[in-house]
């Protein structure tokens, strides 16, 4: 037995050593790939934040690399000027938290009856959802325009006003009735999400909601949506990023309405009087660091939550 017991002590100090290397060696390439893609994710929100504060003649000094030499606030004073920041800000905000709201409480209804409710054809329909997210929305673009430019309800709208049609184009109204019916930006995926998330549910806690007398609607909302936290936060994120940077809806629906993503395109001709290109860039550069400053301030506030949420849905890839 002693024998054996040296033999066992031998074999675990020769072990060591190896699971000590193999354990560092694993670390040392861990920090690294974080180190990479920290370095691929911050790299432009640094240059950016570099050039909006460097002056003109910072530019063609070779010295200057990161910290400008000569501080100036003048670049972000043309680029507020040039793409009209206060009011297509507000409006990107209005635009987006609406939608937000609003795709929330449809998609959220949508995945409660794919995951709960059990009805002829629902795995279709599903399919359909699915579809949504794979086929890319500009084989749609024409007659979504035209649906809204020419915007007739079962003919309700020449019944009572008269009109062939009314022209929603150039109003919010294309993104808000999109979001109600949860065919918005990604409303697919929303879908998606809380289906998943429903379907983790215990059935228990529905089956007693509907033994105490609940309806379907109250057991949603008074049961299953309390439950259903992390799928909303993530769901709320994602809908309020992507609304806020798409710039095709946007495009499509609004001309004279202006918001960020349209105005940072259009910021190119109203530099057009600036002779030097490479100053035009830095402009540009400013312009697109004060779109993205709002969503940098909200991750900071809402990371947290955001990670927690993305591990209780289980959303991964």
């Known amino acids: 037995m002693k024998s054996q017991a040296v033999r066992m002590d031998g074999w675990i100090s020769r072990r060591n050593p190896l699971e000590k290397a193999k354990n560092w060696t694993w670390q040392i390439i ?21 050039v909006a504060f ?44 609406t939608t937000t709201l609003i795709q929330v409480c449809s998609c959220a209804l949508a995945g409660y009856a794919f995951a709960r409710l059990k009805f002829k054809g629902s795995g279709l329909l599903f399919g359909l959802v699915i579809f949504t997210i794979v086929v890319p929305p500009q084989t749609i673009m024409i007659p979504l325009y035209l649906t809204y430019r020419y915007f007739d309800l079962f003919g309700l709208v ?9 022209n929603l184009i150039d109003t919010f109204w294309p993104f808000l009735i999109s979001s109600a019916t949860a065919m918005g930006l990604k409303n697919g995926l929303y879908i998606y999400i809380f ?18 007398g609940a309806g379907i609607f109250k057991t949603f909302y008074r049961i299953m949506l309390p439950n259903a936290i992390p799928a909303v936060v993530t769901v709320v994120l994602f809908s309020f990023v992507w609304q806020w940077n798409d710039s095709y809806y946007v495009s499509l629906f609004l001309s004279k309405v202006k918001v960020l993503s349209t105005q940072l395109t259009d910021m190119g ?19 697109v ?29």
């Not at 180190?35 to 929100?45: E, M, S, T």
């Not at 063609?60 to 680029?79: G, S």
């Not at 709002?294 to 900071?300: F, G, K, M, Q, V």
């Open 158 to 166: 020449g019944l009572f006003s008269g009109k062939s049609s009314i």
């Open 269 to 287: 001709p109203a530099l057009g009087k600036e002779p030097d290109p490479v100053y035009q860039s830095m402009l540009l550069n400013t312009g």
């Open 195 to 212: 289906r998943q998330f429903f379907r983790g549910i215990p059935k228990e806690i529905e089956e007693a909601a509907l033994a105490d």
């Open 289 to 317: 660091l004060l779109m993205m400053g709002p969503l940098i301030a909200l991750y900071l506030f809402v990371q947290r939550y955001f990670v927690e949420s993305v591990e209780r849905t289980g959303l991964v890839g």
């Open 30 to 50: 861990r920090a690294v790939l974080v180190l990479g893609f920290c370095y691929i994710i911050l790299f432009p929100i640094f240059l950016r934040l570099s």
């Open 54 to 97: 460097r002056d003109r003649i910072d530019i063609y000094d070779p010295t200057v690399l990161w910290i400008p030499r000569h501080f100036t606030l003048e670049n972000l004073e043309i680029a507020i000027s040039a793409t009209n920041y206060l009011s297509a800000l507000w409006n990107t905000f209005l635009i987006s938290s």
